[in-house]
Structures are given as C-alpha cells and as structure tokens.
C-alpha cells in the first residue's frame, strides 16, 4: 500500500520556526487538530516525494535520525492511520 499527502484544498498547515508542532485545518468540517512532530514530518515528505510505502517512510527517516529505533514502524503505521482519518493523507491501491 502506498501513503500519499490528501491534495485536497480545503486542509491547511500551519507550523512553527521550530517544526516540533503545528496545527491542521480541515475547512471542510472547521476541525482543527495539533500536530506533533512526526505527523509533520510524514506530512512533508509525502507533499514533496509524492506517494511512499510505509516501509520506504521508515527507511527515510531512519536515514534521517541516524539511528534504527525498534518501535518507529509502528510509530509512523499508528501516525499514518491517525493522519488518514482526519483527511490529511490516504492510502493508494498497489
């Protein structure tokens, strides 16, 4: 399955200098939901890399930390899965 940034015009972004949070707006339903660093950070990734497998976003920011941490693909499935319900990403078909 691959993971792809939701290109809908109605989600906004919002961060801060210090990208370790930031807000999301869905004007379709007016939520707004703070965004921790890894959902930020799978965010960008995927509006610039277009569409990734979960297993290559892994990857990356492994490369990216410098260091394997056991439980950072089921950090970055459980964030993803949180994303997708709120609009700001989804799932393609392979």
Known sequence: ????FA????LHL????????????D???GDTFV????????????????P???AA???DLALRLGTVQP????DVDAELGHLAARGFVESLPT
């Not at 399955?1 to 792809?4: I, V």
């Not at 965010?43 to 277009?50: D, F, K, S, T, W």
């Open 1 to 4: 399955m691959l993971w792809s």
């Open 7 to 10: 290109s809908r015009p109605a």
């Open 14 to 25: 919002r961060t801060w200098d210090d990208d370790a949070s930031g807000i999301g707006y």
């Open 27 to 29: 004007e379709r339903s």
């Open 35 to 50: 965004l921790g660093a890894l959902a930020l950070e799978l965010i960008v990734m995927l509006q610039e890399r277009g």
């Open 52 to 54: 990734l497998a979960a």
């Open 57 to 59: 976003i892994v990857e």
């Open 71 to 74: 439980s950072l693909a089921v």
